[in-house]
């Protein structure tokens, strides 16, 4: 997520480089890779160590090509070791809009390739024995309005016509395990789960070096030239040639390839985790799996060392100072939980994550032999397993799964004005959930009078 921000914590056993939150202190395996220091002549070069580029990687290497991987600063640097560590099914699209755009068929399709992304990560972290990482099991979508028909649409068209591992929890099912009155219904997705995102990228980083890939960090990539059989990226002190480029630095794309990097919205989030709740925290949440009380302009949290909520909220398209929301996340924390009483903060951080327009991933090829993955803010960790799959088979057996993706094209996040649009959009919509929720809160008082 962005350039290290910030931290309330510096645990003197954390990698320095990784310090500004819980995860740093808690990384299972730190590791270097050294900087590109000579020309190298390969296959397929990967350029971004964030988990699209590492299972890129990974899949092209297994296929028996040589990789090179360049990441500009630290392996997981951005989104990819700052996240909540949630791999659900689906899109940050609502799945009725895929419909509406592609037809049930197609939509069908994409969400059975999100699942494979699923699949894919907890079978990987099963096979490989990656150490810390931690899977919980559980993903529970809650609403905090009163208005069931929304969740119903959904819960029909994922259960019945995707065969989706989906159930439909009622209100007392939900507030059984999440003790508040700010919840109503909600949809729970037995199949998902959470992670320790930071510790799945070094286990992920290990697994495509164990297969061949040469990793370099600290090699930022200065210029491409795409064109011809063997595409050239010079780095600082060392250049590639390979015959296949795969660009998944998401935001980071900057002067490599401006029209590319013009497509993604960069997005910052802050993260916060509180100070061990002991045995109060058993009074608010009883539930171990991820918890999202919105897809956007709302929270996600859950569960950390057994007594700890790592929360999630609010959006800049700017890049702001992780303190100044401290508050903002402790009250919405109290707010819900209020039997939690007073909440201390042990760490919070900030960090940058790429949106698209669509809200759906790009996968595919920009022109012969140079491939994207990128925008996956919002997603979860699914599609960028899923998007380095996709583009493996695509390179080296010449699979057509990425054309899937074809009606999601590469569109521009409309620059500065963008920003402020999207940024009048979310607060927009935060104030407007926030009246419906307090809304549905009057009216249960009012039949319970």
């Known amino acids: 997520m962005g350039e290290l921000q910030d931290s309330l914590a510096n645990g003197a056993d954390a990698d320095p480089a990784y310090a500004a939150g819980w995860y740093g202190r808690t990384l299972a395996a730190p590791r270097r890779w050294p900087a590109l220091a000579v020309d190298l002549d390969v296959d397929a070069c990967v350029v971004g160590g964030g988990f699209a580029g590492l299972a890129a990687a990974l899949e092209i290497a297994r296929r028996g090509w040589s990789v090179a991987l360049i990441e500009a600063q630290r392996i997981a640097w951005q989104a990819s070791g700052r996240n909540l560590g949630f791999v659900l099914p689906g899109f940050q699209q609502d799945v009725e809009r895929i419909v509406a755009r592609c037809g049930l068929d197609h939509a069908r399709r994409l969400w059975g390739l999100s699942e494979d992304g699923v699949d894919y990560i907890r079978d990987l972290i099963h096979d490989t024995g990656m150490p810390g990482v931690n899977p919980v099991g559980g993903w529970l979508e809650v609403s905090k309005t009163d208005n069931a028909d929304g969740m119903m649409r959904t819960l029909t068209l994922l259960g019945q016509e995707f065969g989706a591992a989906v159930e439909g929890w009622p209100v007392e099912q939900v507030r059984e395990v ?35 890939v040469r990793i370099f960090e600290d090699t930022p990539a200065l210029t491409l030239d795409p064109a ?69 302009a709302n929270h996600h949290y859950r569960i950390v060392d057994g007594d700890r909520l790592m929360w999630s909220g609010y959006g800049t398209t700017w890049v702001g100072n992780p303190r100044r929301y401290i508050g903002p996340l402790v009250r919405a924390i109290e707010r819900t939980y209020p039997q939690l009483g007073k909440v201390a903060i042990a760490d919070v951080w900030g960090g940058v994550m790429g949106f698209t327009v669509h809200r759906m991933p790009q996968i595919g090829e920009v022109s012969p032999g140079l491939w994207i993955a990128s925008g996956f803010g919002g997603h979860g960790l699914n599609t960028s397993a899923m998007a380095g799959v996709i583009v493996a088979r695509a390179v080296v057996e010449h699979d057509d799964t990425w054309r899937a993706f074809l009606p999601y094209d590469l569109v521009w996040a409309g620059g500065a004005l963008g920003r402020a649009v999207q940024q009048g959009l979310s607060w ?22």
């Not at 919840?183 to 320790?196: D, M, P, S």
């Not at 919205?265 to 509180?274: C, E, F, H, K, Q």
Request: overall charge positive; aromatic content about 8%; glycine content about 8%.
């Open 228 to 296: 011809g059989v063997r595409k050239r990226i010079v780095t600082p002190n060392g250049r590639l040639r390979a015959g296949t480029v795969v660009l998944a630095a998401n935001t980071g794309l900057g002067a490599l390839a401006p029209e590319l990097a013009q497509t993604v919205l960069p997005v910052s989030t802050y993260v916060a985790v509180t100070e061990p709740l002991g045995d109060r925290l058993a009074d608010a949440v009883a539930y171990p799996g991820a918890v999202s009380d919105g897809r956007s």
């Open 428 to 449: 927009w919509r935060r104030r407007w959930q926030a009246f419906e929720a307090e809304r549905a809160r009057r009216r249960q008082a009012a039949r319970a009078a």
């Open 178 to 212: 999440l003790k508040t009155d700010r919840y109503f219904h909600g949809l729970h997705y037995r199949n998902a789960f959470h992670i320790h995102p930071l510790n799945y990228a070094f286990g992920l980083a290990a697994a495509a070096e164990a297969a061949g």
